[in-house]
């Protein structure tokens, strides 16, 4: 299974960005989305998660300016980010919850994480 994240880029303060991370490979079923980001010198951090059932959960941080969605027929998951300040610079990465068949049990794949950059 390989998690691919895309559409990280450089914005300006207020601006908007959508990232994508779609999965490929044999899978069975994908239980829990989500969205984490890191910024340089700080520890890694939820900003978003979707479950199955298309239960949200945001960081209070991007609560009203971010919205995550999902896509199963696609594989994947979204991340609508408008009104970006420059604390939302760090990279981002997507985290899929895969069950891949009974020899291997659910766990978490990462993508490869993409980069954004507010400027202020």
């Known amino acids: 299974v390989q998690l691919q994240a895309s559409g990280g880029g450089l914005v300006q303060t207020g601006g908007s960005l959508g990232l994508s991370c779609a999965a490929s490979g044999h899978m069975l079923r994908i239980g829990d989305m989500g969205w984490y980001r890191q910024a340089p010198g700080k520890a890694r951090e939820l900003v978003a998660s979707i479950s199955g059932v298309e239960s949200t959960r945001y960081a209070d941080s991007v609560k009203g300016r971010f919205t995550i969605s999902r896509d199963n027929a696609k594989k994947t998951v979204y991340l609508q980010m408008n009104g970006l300040k420059p604390e939302d610079t760090a990279v981002y990465y997507c985290?899929?919850?895969?069950?891949?068949?009974?020899?291997?049990?659910?766990?978490?794949?990462w993508g490869q994480g993409t980069l954004v950059t507010v400027s202020s």
């Open positions: 985290v899929m919850n895969i069950y891949r068949g009974l020899f291997d049990p659910s766990r978490d794949y």
